[in-house]
């Protein structure tokens, strides 16, 4: 446990980096939760933390932090009015990456407080699904100038690999068995395609004419049985609600805290208050969770809201009740008032 732990991310700096002035995470080694308005930084800080957790670490190019972010040039990164941008990202093993953008000239460079390797792998599930597009689109990507940043490009990568076997695969089952029931589903690939088993049915279709949200799940089931994602695996997950019916958000929230158990760190943007909340319970009653025989991981919560000076700031707390910049429970709030406003309204015209 304590060199799983030793791998994880600790820390990110920030410095007029894109919407941030100046901004710091401590992370949790669990589960990390980022909300804001759009337009706050919960994806740049997701991909600059991969980025730095890249296959191409210790050393990530300035061309891959580029195609993360679909920068060209990576000046674009700067702050505005800013003549650098300053990002560090620290391990809990003590090693640290450093990247430094300058004008037109990128400079990036790596530290180390001691020499631990990092064995951790970064993945990075992002707002749209992959197994509909996966066939053809790595060979796309490489040949062709496409729309897509290379977060999508290396997750059709990873669900390139084929399955695990033996012992390694009969883990992997345990681990989904849950969500493969919750869902009812099981997921394969045949001849560079995937397709999706309804158990309820019997029936069977391919990705492509599946629902989007089914496949967003069974992209994460395949994932874990080829290896792609195990306890060693830093996650980061853009919005996982997306296109997800809200029936199955307390299942993802369920299979989040699994993962995290299993000794995954995650870090996770979301603008649903159902996920965000579920997690948060886990934190608030985590004493009576635990008494009752479930296993709680560590989990902190991250609020990015705009300062007066228009840069982005981090609120940080242990569950949302400590969150006060909290823009999904005040529009849920606003909708109550509205909804108690026009509730309230006949009864106020036949007291008049």
Known sequence: MEDQIANKIKRLELENFTCFSKAAFDFSQGIN?????????????????????SPQSPHPSPTYLSDIFMAHPLSQLIRTNA????????????????????????????????????????????????????????????????????????????????????????????????????????????EGRFYIHFKKTG??????????????????????????LTKDTILFWDEPEANLNPKYITLVAKFLQ???????????????????HELSLLSEYREEKELNGETVPDIK???????????????EGQSM?????DAIGEEYAAHHSREEALWRKPYEKTSL
């Open 33 to 53: 939760v980022l909300i804001g308005e759009n337009g706050t930084g919960k994806t740049h800080v997701l991909k600059v933390l991969y980025a730095a957790n």
């Open 83 to 190: 003549k650098e941008a300053d990002i560090l990202v620290e391990f809990r093993n003590g090693k640290y990456h450093e990247i430094q953008l300058k004008n037109e000239i990128d400079h990036l460079s790596s530290g180390e407080a001691n020499f631990h390797k990092i064995v951790s792998s970064g993945l990075f599930l992002p707002v749209m699904e992959m197994l509909s597009w996966f066939p053809g689109f790595s060979s796309l990507y490489n040949r062709r100038e496409i729309a897509f940043d290379k977060t999508y490009f290396d997750l059709s990568d990873a669900l390139g690999l084929p399955l695990l076997k033996n012992s390694a695969l009969k883990e992997a089952r345990e681990i989904i068995s849950e969500i493969e029931e919750g869902l009812a589903i099981e997921v394969s690939k045949k």
């Open 203 to 228: 029936g069977e279709h391919e990705a492509t004419i599946s629902a989007t949200g089914i496949n967003k799940i069974a992209q994460l089931i395949y994932l874990i049985m080829n290896g792609s």
């Open 258 to 276: 699994t993962l995290a158990n299993a000794g995954c760190q995650i870090f996770v943007a979301s603008h649903d208050y159902l996920l965000v």
């Open 301 to 315: 919560f991250f609020a990015l809201y705009k300062g007066e000076d228009g840069s982005t700031h981090v609120e």
């Open 321 to 325: 009740s400590e969150i006060q910049n």
